[in-house]
């Protein structure tokens, strides 16, 4: 119905299209069938979550499916999609300002604009962010027609990436010393490794149980791991059905340059007045051997390397979409750039929620969850802050969601189906945990992290069937001193122990 002005009016807006978005507006216009629920968002199609699984208490399995907007107005004859970018948001009254002229009045808003992906350099048409399934798209056409790219970036999108590409030399630029450090240790990335060169299916081999302290091992466990990096917005299967092939007749062929950044990004005409040499394909590591060919873009690292390619992947994490709403609103925003939230996802002014992506969780977490800015926490704070918001609109109370007690996340790498569980890089634990160990090389890799007797987190590496167990560990926080290396004995079924 028509506010004064002309201003459409609804008693809940939500903005963004996404994830975090859609499962909020679907939750609230199930909760209020009579409630106009306005959802703003820019992009023609959104992204709905299909296939859902609760695989176990904390544990959920999904698909996102991109669907035109026509679709979710026929499931929820309520919700009111507007096509439209968000000019300005005026909290203090209430009202939203889209850039198609026109302004909304909600009693309660919740922003789930997402984030963007963080370019090494803005502008530059030979560095390709990559977030999700449309900058992929754009990205399988570039590589078509590619000889070598450079992939910069060292979280879950990277290693995808890395792994899918073939025909293509690929120069891989980490800052960490070991592969995929969002979701693995050293130890993790060693076991999947061998994927990146494999042409042919390695036999297992049983490897020892070993267990880790900190004092001067290789294992360090990142005390500041993935809770302090930008997570992506890339579900577990976006690569597939996309074709990722470059020109080379050849499969895998990656190099890995560690412990850098990029320092300079150089296009054709400046590098060859620079009169510096670019470097070929490593072959082998003795091998520094000066490029003959002219490429259209070369990188410097900071290590003092200069590769040409076709061009640069940036795949370097995300930052929260907050530009739209900051101006002349007063939002308490995180170190990380997000919109801060409450227990209750609310933002720090009155009637503002938000979730997902563009969040950042300033409540006192389970000593067990931190906030990550992947595809299932956008689902779960979508539907928790819809929760809130009609809580708060009936005057009821609320409790914490339980999906707030554990993090819990399934994908998959390389083939291999992947469980992180609770701090599973020891995230913030400090030096005081151990780390222990089972692997069969080409099979399994299970690492606990343990605290003064009991399970902080897991990764839970190929076909395990530990999930649930650990879980449950992990949540109860029994005492587990007495079972020391037995734990992870794959002669004793731990299931028995406790159940």
């Known amino acids: 119905m028509a506010g004064p002005g002309g201003a459409a009016r609804g008693r809940f807006a939500v903005v963004g299209g996404g994830i975090a978005g859609v499962t909020c507006a679907e939750q609230l216009a199930a909760e209020f069938p009579s409630e106009d629920i306005f959802l703003v968002t820019a992009s023609p199609v959104i992204k709905a979550v299909t296939n859902f699984k609760q695989v176990s208490k904390t544990l959920e399995e999904f698909d996102v499916e991109e669907q035109p907007s026509s679709l979710l107005e026929k499931r929820y004859p309520n919700i009111r999609v507007i096509q439209s970018g968000v000019k300005q948001l005026k909290s203090d009254e209430h009202k939203i300002y889209t850039e198609d002229g026109k302004e909304y009045i909600y009693e309660k808003l919740c922003l789930c604009a997402g984030a963007k992906p963080k370019l090494i350099v803005e502008g530059n048409p030979y560095v390709l962010g990559i977030r999700d399934t449309d900058s992929a798209q754009a990205f399988q056409k570039n590589l078509a027609q590619a000889e070598r790219i450079v992939v910069v970036g060292n979280g879950g999108i990277a290693l995808e990436l890395v792994y899918e590409i073939q025909g293509c030399e690929v120069i891989w630029a980490i800052k960490d010393k070991a592969i995929g450090n969002t979701f693995f240790d050293a130890g993790a990335a060693e076991f999947l490794l061998p994927k990146l060169t494999a042409e042919s299916q390695e036999t297992p081999i049983e490897c020892k149980r070993t267990k880790y302290t900190l004092e001067g091992s290789e294992e360090k466990g990142r005390p500041t791991g993935a809770s302090d990096k930008l997570g992506s917005a890339l579900g577990p299967d976006w690569h597939e059905g996309l074709h990722l092939k470059g020109t080379k007749e050849f499969s895998h062929k990656v190099h890995i340059e560690i412990l850098c950044e990029v320092k300079k990004i150089h296009l054709q005409q400046e590098f060859i007045q620079l009169q510096r040499t670019s470097l070929t394909f490593p072959k082998g590591e003795k091998n520094v051997e000066a490029d003959e060919v002219l490429w259209p873009v070369y990188v410097e690292l900071t290590n003092g390397k200069i590769y040409g390619c076709n061009f640069i992947v940036s795949a370097t994490g995300v930052v929260p979409n907050v530009e739209p709403f900051l101006d002349g609103n007063n939002f308490a925003v995180g170190e990380d750039g997000g919109l801060r939230v409450d227990k209750h996802m609310h933002t720090s002014l009155p009637d503002v929620y938000?979730?997902?992506?563009?969040?950042?969780?300033?409540w006192e977490p389970s000593p067990v969850w931190h906030q990550m800015r992947l595809w299932t926490q956008a689902r779960q704070m979508g539907w928790y802050a819809a929760k809130c918001m009609a809580a708060d609109a009936l005057g009821e109370s609320i409790d914490m969601d339980f999906s707030f007690e554990l993090f819990a996340h399934i994908t998959k790498f390389f083939n291999y189906k992947v469980v992180v569980l609770g701090k599973y890089n020891a995230q913030g634990l400090g030096s005081?945990?151990?780390?222990?160990?089972?692997?069969?090389?080409?099979?399994?890799?299970?690492k606990v992290v343990m605290q003064n007797g009991r399970m902080m987190g897991a990764v839970l590496i190929g076909e395990t069937d530990l999930e649930e167990t650990f879980e449950n560990l992990i949540?109860?926080?029994?005492?587990?001193?007495?079972?020391?290396?037995?734990?992870?004995?794959p002669d004793i079924d731990i299931e028995d122990y406790f159940d």
Do not use: F, P, W
């Open 354 to 362: 938000a979730a997902g992506d563009i969040c950042t969780a300033a």
């Open 432 to 446: 005081d945990h151990e780390l222990m160990l089972r692997c069969t090389k080409g099979h399994e890799y299970v």
């Open 475 to 489: 949540l109860n926080q029994m005492d587990l001193s007495a079972y020391g290396e037995d734990l992870l004995n």
